[in-house]
Each structure stands twice: as C-alpha cells, then as structure tokens.
C-alpha cells in the first residue's frame, strides 16, 4: 500500500505529461507530504477528498500493522504524521547493540516510545553497548515486556539490577553469551514479578564450582512457566529458581555438567504440573527418569543423548505419564533404550502421536504393539536403526492407520519397504528418505505413483555428523538485525516466528544435518496443530 503511493507520487512529480485524472489518483494519498499545500487545498486536489488525512490514528495504526517491514518504512516517509504514527505504533524492535548505540538511544525511542519487545544482539568482534546504554534503553521503554541479549559482553551485574528496576514488567528474558552473573539474574527475578519465560545460554558470569552463587528464586518464582538452561557449565546454581518455580510447565536443560540425579529428584517432588522436559546431554541416570514420573500431566519428554537412560527408566516415565503425546529419544547408538521400553510407552500412553527415535534399534515387536495401541500416531521418524527393515516398515504400513508424516534416515531398507507404504496408511501425506542405500528412485517414484497427494522425498547424499537433537531450546534469534548502526532510524518490525532469511537458511541446512531432517518435517505439521 505504501509502496505504491509513494511510487505514484514520484513518478508525479517527474512526467508533468500525465492526464488530469492520473494526476489527481496518484496524488492525493501523498499530499500531506508538504504541510503548508495541505493547508492551501484544504485536504483535497483537484476536488479530490484526501480520504487518508480523515482516517482517526489508531486506524492508520491498524494498517501499518498489517504491512510489510519495507513498506512500513516507506509509509514512515510520506509525511510527519505517518512517521509519527508509525513509530508509535511499532512494538517490536531489533538493534545491533555494538557500543556506537548509546548516542543514539534517546532519539531511538523517542521516536518509537510504544517498544514492548526488544533485541539487542552484537557480534563477537565488536565491542557491545554497556550499563549505561541499557539503563538509559530501560528508562525509555519502562513498559518492556520481552527482551533477547545476544553477545552483551559489557553488562554486568550493576546494569542489569538498575535495568530490573526499571522494568518490572518484564514477561520474557532470553540472554545468550553474556557475562553479567548471578547477582544480575537474582536482581531481574527479585524484581519482575510479572516474568514467565527464562532463557539463558552461555551466560559466563557465574561463579564455578562449590563458590557458585545460587539463583533464585525470587518473586518472579511464582509467575515463571518457561526455563531453560542450555551450555551453562555450572547449571545446576539454577536448582533453588526451578525448585521454586510452583507453576512451571516447561523446563529444558541442555549439555549443563553436573549429576542431575538429585536435583531433578527434589524438583519433581516439589514441581508436579510440569508438561514438558527436554533433557540433552545432561548426566541423567534412571533414578532421574523414575522423579520424572511424579509429573503426572507430562505430555512431551525429550531424551537426547542421555545414555545412562534405559528401559527401566523408560518404563517408569511410561507407567504413570499416560497423557504422553510426543517422544524423542536419542540412544546415542548406546542400545540401552529398545524395545522393552517402547512396549511400555505402547501399552500406556495410548495418546502418542509423535514418536522419533535416533540411535535406537526397535523392532517389529514393538513397533506393531505402537501402532496397534497408540492409534493416535501421527509423525513418526526412524533414524540409524540397525534393526529397523522391510517388515518393520510392512509392518508400520499395515498398522499406522492415522501416520501423517514417516521420516527414515539411515535404515536397512530397501524398495519393497517403499512398496509397503503405497498400500498402508491412508492417511500419509509425506514421506522422507535419506540415506536408505537399498531405497532407489524407481522405489520412489512407485511410492509417488501410488498416491497423488504424497509427498516423497528421497535423499541419497553422503555420510555427514549425525545430530539429530532439538537444542536450540527457547533460545532462537527471531529479530532481524540492522546491519549498521547508521542504519538505526530504519528498524525492522520483526515478528514472532523465524524471519525469511533464517527459515530459508534452516530449511537448506535440514538438507545436511540430522537434526533438520527430523525437527523441520514435523515443524511445520506441529505448528498447524
């Protein structure tokens, strides 16, 4: 919509040749560029009604909203109204917060005054914004609700306790590879009573070892539903926030050292409601899993390369978690997790309807008693299982009956497989293929041939690093940087989901890594649900 005014406008301006009708159509949205022939035409040109100028701001506001980024920017140089509006009606900000910021902070957000989200992320190799830049940032934005610090190396604990201060309506925080500590993060959950989601990686301020300052919890205990802790070498300083936490319903923990064992078993004891747990790289024994099993709403277990987890663990989880809907499990080729486990899951949880297993050897046994009693199945991935062939996938075709998507990668299996799936699960829309040595394209092609609505997908390419994990936790950039700081007074308006650039990128790394294979073909079907 702006794009288009504005393009009229100039090409206006530059061909006096245009019919008296064309004139007056691409001019009238763009009058009020210059005050002083507003006032003159009295709002209209040619007997032409500036329609525009009549609209209340709050209206205008609602359609700045719904354009895109380039476009808003370009209704931000019609006239100052438009630029006024525009700013304030703009609640999503990302900054480069390199150290050349601070100067330009007041006249930032003056201009956008109405900021509840905010980015600030900077490189490794430049030097970050510091206390002063975000206390003054905190000043002007009091009613921040999100903020995401990607590489502040300059803060420290004194900014982030006056920033606390300022802003103690915070919902969200998510840092990664800053170097405030504990006393910074006990001042954000001393203050923000309002705070719901905790996101911290790399944070390389906190005390090593038994001198290790804990965290937590603070007032913000009470309202916190999200945390995740991920690369935090002493992570467990965050056990008396999450021990705390009554209402917590998410919590992932990856590759943080330490024996988890006790802590998880004095969490589960004290936090029951918890829904979801991700747990990657963490030493984790069954003792761990059987304290899992007091949470008796846990819908979504993430298991990934834990491998002193097995099927006794397994079980226990399954015996009392029966509202189980999604189950990753990463075995790490470690065969303690197989098909006494999953038997249990079957006969248990009959609300499955996403299992993937990576590194795990299921087999016909407990493959069938899956989908016999789960009827639910939806997505099911199969990655680097020795022992799952043929008559595992004859068996998955003929019983499967609500299976959506089917992800293989790395299985013994060959073209009679791919036959098997074109009589079996009716209910099928895309199938995925990789790294199968016994699955041709003329396989392929006779799958796709048997269904027109299938989607197949076969991917014959090298051996590369199989990691198949889901560790980016709640830490995704989802902001657009400004690729300069003179570039500042043009932010992007960025969204809640991943921006085009990362998708695209992520979609083509999905092509190389394990991990894009599995978690990329059931995002998009998750999300929908």
């Avoid at 024996?259 to 030493?283: F, N, S, Y």
């Avoid at 390369?305 to 189980?324: D, F, H, I, M, Y």
């Avoid at 709640?474 to 690729?483: H, M, Y």
Wanted: aromatic share 4%.
């Amino acid at each position: 919509m702006g794009q288009s005014a504005s393009t009229a406008a100039i090409s206006g301006r530059r061909d006096s040749s245009l019919s008296h009708r064309s004139k007056a159509t691409s001019t009238a949205l763009v009058l009020p560029m210059q005050d002083d022939e507003a006032e003159e035409h009295d709002g209209s040109l040619d007997g032409s009604c500036d329609y525009i100028s009549d609209l209340p701001d709050e209206c205008l506001a609602c359609v700045f909203q719904s354009l895109s980024t380039s476009d808003r920017k370009r209704c931000s140089l019609v006239c100052q109204r438009w630029l006024k509006i525009e700013g304030q009606s703009r609640h999503r900000l990302s900054l480069n917060a390199q150290s050349d910021l601070h100067p330009l902070i007041h006249s930032l957000f003056s201009r956008f005054d109405a900021v509840t989200k905010l980015a600030l992320k900077c490189d490794r190799k430049s030097a970050s914004i510091g206390d002063e830049a975000l206390v003054l940032i905190s000043q002007h934005c009091r009613n921040l609700t999100r903020l995401k610090l990607r590489g502040c190396r300059d803060l420290t604990d004194a900014g982030m306790s006056a920033f606390a201060k300022n802003c103690k309506t915070l919902k969200k925080l998510s840092c990664g590879s800053c170097t405030f500590g504990a006393k910074g993060m006990n001042a954000v959950l001393d203050n923000c009573a309002a705070l719901e989601e905790l996101s911290v990686k790399r944070l390389r301020g906190l005390t090593e070892g038994a001198a290790a300052e804990p965290i937590g919890p603070g007032v913000a205990a009470a309202s916190l539903k999200t945390i995740c802790v991920k690369e935090v070498y002493n992570g467990q300083c965050f056990g008396p926030l999450i021990m705390g936490a009554k209402n917590l319903r998410t919590l992932k923990l990856f590759k943080c050292s330490g024996d988890w064992d006790k802590v998880v078993q004095v969490i589960a004891d004290r936090v029951t409601g918890m829904v979801e747990i991700h747990l990657e790289r963490v030493q984790i024994t069954d003792i761990g899993l059987a304290a899992i099993s007091n949470c008796l709403d846990l819908e979504i277990l993430h298991l990934v390369k834990t491998p002193e987890c097995t099927n006794a663990g397994l079980a226990s989880v399954a015996e009392r978690c029966k509202l189980l809907r999604k189950l990753h499990i990463d075995g790490w080729k470690a065969n303690r997790i197989g098909d006494e486990g999953l038997i249990a899951v079957a006969k248990c949880c009959p609300n499955l309807q996403e299992l993937v297993l990576i590194g795990v050897n299921p087999t016909k046994m407990s493959l069938e008693m899956l989908a016999s009693n789960c009827k639910n199945l939806e997505r099911l991935a199969l990655c680097s299982g020795d022992t799952v062939g043929d008559a595992e996938i004859s068996c998955i075709a003929s019983k499967c009956i609500a299976l959506k998507k089917l992800c293989i990668k790395s299985c013994p299996i060959s073209d009679q497989g791919m036959e098997a799936l074109a009589i079996g699960c009716p209910n099928l829309v895309k199938v995925k293929v990789k790294k199968c040595r016994g699955v041709t394209s003329e396989g392929a092609d006779c799958l796709r041939a048997s269904r027109e609505s299938l989607a197949v997908n076969l991917d014959t390419g090298e051996p590369e690093h199989q990691d198949a994990s889901a560790s980016d936790g709640g830490a995704q950039d989802n902001a657009v940087e400004f690729p300069a700081v003179a570039n500042q007074m043009g932010p992007e308006n960025t969204a809640s989901s991943s921006n085009p650039r990362t998708t695209s990128f992520k979609s083509r790394l999905g092509l190389l890594s394990g991990r894009g294979f599995v978690a990329c073909t059931f995002r998009r079907l998750s999300s929908g649900k």
